[in-house]
T-cell receptor, first 114, second 115 residues
Framework: DAKTTQPTSMDCAEGRAANLPCNHS???????VYWYRQIHSQGPQYIIH???NNETNEMASLIITEDRKSSTLILPHATLRDTAVYYC???????????????FGSGTRLQVQP | DAGVTQSPTHLIKTRGQQVTLRCSPK?????VSWYQQALGQGPQFIFQ???????QRGNFPDRFSGHQFPNYSSELNVNALLLGDSALYLC??????????????FGSGTRLTVV
């Protein structure tokens, strides 16, 4: 799985959009970008994943650059409950993806300010 | 629909003792993975079980062992506990069916403190 680089920490004002960047310059054509977050004292929570098209769900949007070397997770209207560590993970999605281990980095600590 | 449940939530053990942590996967999931998370770090993969066998293993010593039962639940055993084993132990379940790639569902973890 390709390595990812994320800022250590970020702040965001409540009600504003939070944009969390991730660099994955060595990503290969069959690797997906996954995002998880971990709220204090809880297990990581799946947010979203994508291959090359932008993706949106009820939690967030994922914007992947055309060359796929970087991506941005967007929380459109951040709330205090979005304060968490956000992990960007790149991994191959194959027939047995549900059985391949996740490799977590250090993530980005997002602090939403009131 | 219950998610992943882990027990106990907190545990204090003495150095040299043995510990067993338990995990029940989300309904419909057949694969269980265990992760160790030290304070301030991301989770580290320990091993993964499906079809009652260990299928993948991370860089952890043999003191860490596990088991999966026919109902897909799992146990993590750690022998000869060291102070450095103090961490949050996370269980994650997933479905390993062919042709799909779902996200993992994590439990809230067991906080193990070794004194």
């Amino acid at each position: 799985d390709a390595k990812t680089t994320q800022p250590t920490s970020m702040d965001c004002a409540e009600g504003r959009a939070a944009n969390l960047p991730c660099n994955h310059s060595t990503i290969s054509g069959n690797e997906y970008v996954y995002w998880y977050r971990q709220i204090h004292s809880q297990g990581p929570q799946y947010i979203i994943h994508g291959l090359k098209n932008n993706e949106t769900n009820e939690m967030a949007s994922l914007i992947i650059t055309e060359d796929r070397k970087s991506s941005t997770l967007i929380l459109p209207h951040a709330t205090l409950r979005d304060t968490a560590v956000y992990y960007c993970i790149v991994r191959v999605a194959s027939m047995d993806t549900g059985r391949r281990a996740l490799t977590f980095g250090s993530g980005t600590r997002l602090q939403v300010q009131p | 629909d219950a998610g992943v449940t882990q027990s106990p939530t907190h545990l204090i053990k003495t150095r040299g003792q043995q510990v067993t942590l338990r995990c029940s996967p989300k309904s419909g999931h057949d694969t269980v993975s265990w992760y160790q998370q030290a304070l301030g770090q991301g989770p580290q993969f320990i091993f993964q079980y499906y079809e009652e066998e260990e299928r993948q293993r991370g860089n952890f010593p043999d003191r860490f062992s596990g088991h999966q039962f026919p109902n897909y639940s799992s146990e993590l055993n750690v022998n000869a506990l060291l102070l450095g084993d103090s961490a949050l132990y996370l269980c994650a379940s997933s479905f390993g069916g062919r042709g799909r790639h779902y996200g993992y569902t994590f439990g809230s973890g067991t906080r193990l403190t070794v004194v």
